[in-house]
């Protein structure tokens, strides 16, 4: 028969093997209160003991909270979505939170849900990270969201995300997003490239591609070269459909000499199908991409791309989101790190 005793333990039972009130207990398990070292060690000694299990729901009928920190993005397998998580997590563990990670497939309908359900499991803060949507119900339900949270005593933090509005009670961290993208371009632009495509740039309606595109339309605005949109070419945020809009792209145009993969990851599905079409990077088509993963300076040629400050974001996030005192509206640099995939255009005879 298994041994269900830690059931039956009670915060009674607990402050009486420790010699101590049931308050006290208390006041240790959620670490609300300053408690003597000492009383604190005998305490927690007591709970090892007993193998006692906190019952997180009483607590936070009782006001005390779940102190969690919930950490919601598209997909746990993104390489930058997971320096983001490192960071919100080292930074909630040094808040004494626990740190819950949620994901949503890129299903607006299920960020909401996801944010909605944090909000009834009090958790001290959620931190959407990764691009928004455009749209005006998804944006009026946030701002709700925003608002709910705020009255309860938690934030909403968009981290790598635009604001909604001045009014709104949230914690802004992004990146120079527009930026980064309109320096990358830049770079390719001023090696006298004049056919680049922008390749698997996800759905349109989603603040990353709207802004990475910004920054590759400003570009060429800038040079005064115009920006061929049939050069533009839609996609997911993976390896796959780089090489998949790749393959698709050279055949049907043979005067790109240049690519602006919308990450690494496209990047390297990008590298692939050049490949397999018999191109050489540089030689024949200069590369970049944006976010500086490991895996850009693991491609072969290393791959100029965007450093993100993924971890300082999830840091600064969760930072910001605990310490209503500090500036809640910031925003990090981004800058290009050169490496070998980008050659100067050489016209040949």
């Known amino acids: 028969m298994s041994d269900r005793r830690s059931d039956r333990v009670t915060v009674k039972d607990v402050a009486a093997r420790a010699g101590v009130s049931p308050a006290t207990v208390s006041r240790v398990l959620t670490g609300d209160y300053p408690v003597n070292a000492t009383t604190r060690s005998r305490v927690q000694r007591a709970v090892r003991e007993l193998d006692y299990v906190a019952n997180a729901q009483a607590r936070a009928l009782k006001g005390a909270g779940t102190r969690l920190v919930a950490f919601v993005m598209e997909d746990v397998t993104g390489p930058s979505f997971a320096y983001v998580a ?100 830049s770079h390719l632009l001023s090696q006298g490239h004049r056919r680049v495509a922008a390749v698997g740039f996800a759905r349109l309606d989603h603040t990353t591609s709207r802004d990475r595109l910004r920054g590759f339309n400003r570009a060429h605005q800038e040079y005064g070269v115009p920006a061929d949109q049939a050069l533009i070419r839609p996609g997911t945020f993976t390896e796959a459909d780089g090489y998949t809009v790749t393959r698709a792209l050279l055949a049907e145009r043979t005067d790109v000499t240049g690519i602006f993969a919308a990450t690494d990851m496209v990047a390297a599905g990008v590298y692939q199908a050049l490949r397999d079409a018999g191109l050489r990077v540089p030689r024949d088509v200069s590369v970049v991409g944006y976010d500086d993963i490991p895996l850009a300076a693991n491609l072969y040629p290393p791959l100029t791309t965007v450093r993100v400050p993924t971890e300082e974001l999830g840091r600064t996030a969760v930072r910001l989101a605990l310490d209503p005192a500090q500036n809640q509206q910031v925003v990090l640099g981004t800058h290009v790190v050169v490496r070998e995939s980008v050659a100067p255009v050489v016209v040949r005879a």
């Open 86 to 185: 490192k960071g919100v997590e080292h930074q909630a563990t040094a808040h004494g939170r626990l740190c819950l990670i949620c994901t949503t497939h890129g299903d607006p309908a299920r960020e909401l849900a996801v944010v909605e359900a944090m909000r009834e499991q009090r958790a001290d803060a959620v931190i959407l990270v990764g691009g928004g949507f455009l749209n005006d119900e998804y944006r009026e339900r946030m701002i709700q969201f925003a608002h709910a949270l705020d009255k309860a005593g938690s934030r909403l933090v968009l981290c790598g995300r635009p604001s909604l509005g001045a009014d709104v009670p949230t914690t802004i961290v992004e990146y120079d997003n527009e930026g980064g993208a309109y320096a990358v371009t």
